[in-house]
């Protein structure tokens, strides 16, 4: 069976607001040339520019979706935000919550978006597809029920999940999001829900500001179910993978997932102009293998990985890259132009010990 690769050009004409860099334009702060949000198009279209030119798209099942139903988005949102989000996008756009701008026609677009993650889900748990990767935007981890921020305006990942469940499948997913800034619009939707254990590897107090502490476990049913794992700033290829290997993967093992989802951020690389992390192309290959071989063990290789963030134009294609070789395992490979500059840059055996006795500490809170 095929990997499943689901994009749409439309995602990509999501647009809207006056920013610089993640500053909106006015007062003391001048407009960019080339102005607006980090959250461009370029990273995600160079993605798939990059797999075309390569070749590997060629080994991916291609396709698009249609938008998430309204019955889709309720099941997350509240109607009276999916509401007011609608009327502003058909009057032009505007912006809701925290630096979630967008333009006309937004509504559809993020509507879009989450629907090629029901799409990517659907599939693989059909059976059409052995596991899948969806080139969502606007992304959606960010995203709480009725406040958006973070670029996120509907939540792509819980509106999968959702549909999933709607229609009996999927009874127990793991959700791992090891994009930089924390997963905090997931975990508040599942943080009272036993059926969906939530992990979040991330940069603390990077974004948001107050949210993302290891102690935050989950409440009532859900306690124990969330899973917060924050790596100092300046972590690397080394620390990355310690976590992956002491807490990601005994908590997805011991919860015995029905599909594993990630949320598929590449910001934690080491040229990412919104976190200070230093993961490379092969630190996201490495634990895409990790996943792959844990959905193989626990759930007959279904996973799925949805886009969230990551905002080095030049640098995520080739994340993404490695990331969709080690999904599909596809031989059509590109080298990382960034590889060795980047092996260089590591923070060195006495900060890895360093991160290593504080992921050791997190083991042994996980376990109290
Ligand atoms: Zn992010």
Redesign the pocket.
């Known amino acids: 069976m095929a990997t499943g690769f689901f994009s749409d050009e439309r995602c990509f004409w999501h647009a809207g607001g006056n920013y610089a860099f993640t500053l909106p334009v006015g007062g003391a702060v001048q407009p960019l040339a080339a102005g607006g949000l980090p959250e461009n198009p370029e990273t995600k279209r160079r993605l798939k520019n990059l797999l075309e030119v390569t070749g590997l798209i060629r080994d991916l099942d291609q396709r698009s979706a249609d938008p998430a139903s309204r019955a889709a988005l309720l099941r997350v949102h509240p109607a009276n935000y999916l509401d007011t989000f609608k009327e502003m996008s058909d009057a032009g756009g505007g912006e809701l919550g925290r630096r979630t701008p967008f333009a006309a026609g937004g509504y559809e677009i993020a509507a879009l978006s989450a629907g090629l993650a029901c799409a990517a889900l659907a599939a693989v748990l059909d059976g059409e597809l052995e596991n899948a990767y969806a080139l969502s935007r606007p992304?959606g981890?960010?995203c709480l029920p009725d406040f958006p921020n973070?670029?996120c305006l509907l939540n792509n990942i819980a509106i999968a999940i959702e549909a999933a469940r709607a229609r009996g499948q999927a009874r127990r997913v793991a959700v791992i999001d090891w994009?930089?800034?924390h997963g905090n619009g997931t975990e508040a939707i599942y943080y009272d829900r036993d059926d969906v254990l939530t992990i979040s590897l991330?940069q603390p107090r990077?974004?948001p500001l107050d949210t993302g502490d290891a102690e935050d476990r989950g409440t009532g049913s859900g306690r124990g179910f969330n899973v917060n794992v924050p790596l100092p700033a300046g972590s690397g290829h080394a620390a990355y993978l310690e976590a992956f290997d002491r807490i990601v993967l005994p908590q997805v093992h011991a919860f015995r997932p029905d599909v594993i989802i990630v949320a598929c951020?590449f910001?934690?690389s080491a040229v990412?102009p919104?976190?200070r992390m230093l993961a490379t192309a092969d630190t996201f290959r490495q634990m895409t293998l990790r996943a792959k071989e844990a959905s193989q063990t626990l759930c007959d290789g279904r996973l799925v990985l949805v886009h969230?963030?990551?905002?080095s134009e030049v640098y995520v294609p080739f994340c993404g890259h490695a990331t969709i070789e080690a999904l599909s395992g596809s031989k059509t490979t590109v080298a990382d132009p960034l590889g060795e500059t980047l092996a260089q840059r590591q923070p060195g055996p006495r900060f890895d010990a360093f991160v290593a006795a504080e992921i050791d500490a997190l083991a042994a809170l996980l376990d109290a």
């Open positions: 992304p981890h960010h973070g670029f994009d930089v800034h991330h990077n974004y951020g910001d934690a990412d919104l976190g969230e963030g990551g905002y």
